[in-house]
């Protein structure tokens, strides 16, 4: 295991309503706080963060404030600690002593409902296990943060996340900010998830009748060389997601993306003037253009099939054709991803949640002709942590009584990698332009792997203000030609309620 240094820096101050907005909201669909949101009445959360104001049926649960949440005339705002510390022992190639802490402070704060400002400060050190140092090699970015920098025998990452807003009218919130955000019904994400880290971007949420409509609008980095701290290339791209209750149970919605670079061997385009049309395709727009920018698009459905039980599913097309899928003769360009699932709470226990999930992506998906135009940020996967060319299934647990919480974790998965200097659509960040073969192609093709992975947790609320003390054991390993190096870790620690990025993969 290695250490590095996390530093996080804060912005602002400002504006909003009852409503709070909390960094990104990303409560766990098992939990406590997911059924209470379920029970809310609440639609479309599968979008997030959440609007305020216009989301008026979701109630934000603000965790307890250990300093300060208060209301004065117009204005309401909260300040509060953030807490990550935990130390322990690992089995591995890197064995020893192990150590993780980051402190900080996370706000908010609202004026009516019309105006309202989040942000977030943490600074510590990370732990690593092997895996993720070799991520951190490998993609010159430390997981879920951000680009890694040296200092001495350690390594930082500058952080920053914090968002503006205003409510426009009755059915309209416009937000700046910089942060993540996470598109889908699953653990996983195949559109938009956690596992990169925050960019800067604009997001324009409309509400009306059964409707949810939300446009995003970003700004993202692609490093040429990391492991050499190469060039950084600007690239943008644009997303809308039409959230819409069919039914009391049923839910539709229809994704689309574009991803383009600043700058390419001929001109400096910036960002596209075009792409900023809320209401437009992208598809038709590229067309007349003439661009050769990366289309993306999707669909998911979700069905509440009983009282605390959800089934869904998440489709996510790069490129497809149909004529070539009816001849089955395995043509490089199908790249596809789908997702299926079902997760509960309180069905077959008050306190218990379940969720298994099954992901399956094809080879070359989420590629492009240009290594820059590809569907990452800083050079990790803005959708499945494992990028292309796997398949994945995840189960999940979730068990409390009194002050304590339990959770568990299994997941199982096979990848195929690019081996020999072949491109087998196994790396997200090759591009396309030289597949190892136009047809013949198949799942998994190339350098076998696959992951084993399983943790679980114990931990005991300590007082009536958010901490939690906890002993995590777990254990991981990935068995290819090379042999099966694993990691084991029984980690120790205390921690306020946070969302922590992925690092189960």
Known sequence: MKSSLFVVLIVFASCASAQLPEGSQHWDPISFEGKRIAESGARHTHIRPISPFIESEVV????DSILTDTTKGKWRGFIRPVIDAQAGGSAGPSPGF?????????????????????SNMQAGWLFFPDHLEIERIERGVITGIGPAHELGNAHYAPYLTGAAGMRMGEHFNLEIGHDKHFWGNGYRSLVLSHHAAPYTYGRLTTRFWKVKYTNLWTSMR??????????????????????????????????ESIVWQGQDTLNRRGFEPAYLNPLIFYRPVEFAQGSADNVLLGAEISVDVYPGATAYAQFYFDEIQIGELRRALGW???????????????VFADSLGLQSEFNIVRPFTY????????????????????GAN????????????????FQGTFIFAQAGRNEEGLNLGGDVFT????????????????EPNTLLFLDAEAARKLGTHGLWGFVRVGGRALINRTGSPADAWVLFGIRTDLVRPYRDF
């Open 222 to 255: 692609h490093n040429m060389d990391p492991r050499n701290n190469g060039e950084v290339r600007i690239k943008y791209m644009t997303l809308h997601a039409l959230s819409m209750q069919v039914s009391r149970r049923v839910n539709v919605t229809l994704y």
């Open 367 to 386: 590629t492009h002709g240009s290594v820059v135009q590809t569907y990452g940020h800083f050079n990790q996967s803005l959708a499945h942590p494992l």
């Open 60 to 63: 934000t649960f603000t965790r």
């Open 390 to 405: 796997f398949i994945e299934w995840v189960n999940r647990a979730r068990y409390y009584r009194n002050e304590w919480a």
């Open 98 to 118: 192990s150590s993780f802490g980051s402190g900080g402070f996370s706000a908010a704060a609202a004026y009516r409902d019309r105006f309202y400002v989040r």
């Open 431 to 446: 591009n396309d332009r030289g597949p190892w073969r136009q047809y013949g192609n198949k799942m998994l093709q190339g």
């Open 332 to 346: 490089w360009g199908n790249k596809f991803a789908i997702q299926l699932g079902v997760k509960s709470f309180g």
